[in-house]
């Protein structure tokens, strides 16, 4: 038994709400990185966190006002990216992190480069093979791979398996870190999460457990709860660049950033109005 209309419209309503605050929150990340309010590790993965938030809420929306079929085939295979991409840079972080701290290699500027391949190319390119077996389509009102048999490989390769994979990595490098931050440091876990970025880590991996575990469960299922679960995950993770934002403005140099970004529009906004007033007092002037 499947779900009604209306309750599809409800997840329609939530979905793009969500999406509309997780861009705009996105947006003031991609600027707080250029007013250099974090270290140079944490910037990265934020800016690329935000771009990857963005793109997936613009598919989101797309994905939900627009009935083309060709249009959705296309924003499928980026909805994905937008996905497995952001796991993918948690791997960075945790990856030079550990080569950092634990082995000592500071000098990781040489590798970001064949990082940023890895994801803009390689990672990109392996989320458009599913359109060669045309597994993409909608799946519970979302553009995604399609929730079927003839779609369940590229599921399993790309989600399943690739996110396990990454978030066990991830979990490991933690580990290991926090193992070796303990012989010198009190706070261990307080570094690592906070002071070094684990944080945008974790908030990646607990919202896509449950993508995988109700993923499972909705493959085989044709009642509505499966997709009432697998739906509220979406919502969940269209709401990932207000959570990136939310540490953002724990940290004292994110909030002084912020209040920069406030005073600047505020500034903006009195210089216009003060223009506006001598335009007209010079309008007056020569109309007396």
Not at 57 to 80: E, G, H, M, T
Not at 127 to 133: K, S
Not at 189 to 195: D, H, M, P, V, W
Not at 229 to 244: D, E, P, W
Request: hydrophobic share 50%.
């Amino acid at each position: 038994m499947g779900c009604d209309f209306e309750y599809i419209q409800y997840i329609n309503y939530c979905i793009v709400s969500c999406s509309g605050i997780s861009a705009i929150c996105s947006g003031f990340i991609i600027f707080l990185s250029f007013q250099k309010a974090f270290d140079i590790l944490t910037l990265r993965l934020l800016y690329h966190l935000a771009i990857n938030d963005i793109l997936r809420a613009f598919c989101l929306i797309l994905c939900i006002f627009c009935n083309d079929d060709l249009l959705r085939k296309i924003l499928s295979p980026l909805y994905v990216y937008s996905l497995i991409s952001n796991i993918f840079w948690s791997l960075y972080l945790s990856t030079t992190l550990y080569l950092s701290i634990v082995r000592g290699k500071t000098n990781q500027e040489v590798y970001y480069k064949y990082w940023l391949i890895a994801n803009y190319i390689f990672l990109l390119g392996i989320c458009f093979l599913p359109l060669t077996t045309n597994s993409y389509g909608i799946t519970n009102n979302i553009c995604s791979l399609m929730n079927d048999q003839g779609s369940l490989i590229w599921r399993i390769i790309i989600t399943y398996v690739y996110v396990s994979f990454i978030t066990i990595s991830d979990i490991l490098l933690f580990a290991l870190i926090y193992k070796f931050l303990k012989k010198i440091e009190q706070n261990a876990a307080r570094n690592i999460i906070l002071e070094r970025g684990f944080i945008y880590i974790i908030l990646i991996v607990v919202q896509y457990i449950p993508i995988i575990a109700f993923g499972i469960i909705a493959l085989n299922s044709t009642s509505c709860l499966p997709m009432v679960l697998l739906n509220s995950t979406h919502i969940l993770v269209s709401l990932h660049g207000l959570f990136n934002f939310i540490p953002i403005l724990i940290k004292a140099q994110g909030r002084k950033a912020f209040k920069k970004f406030v005073l600047f529009m505020s500034n903006s906004k009195i210089s216009s109005l003060e223009s506006s007033v001598d335009i007209l007092n010079s309008e007056f002037s020569e109309t007396k």
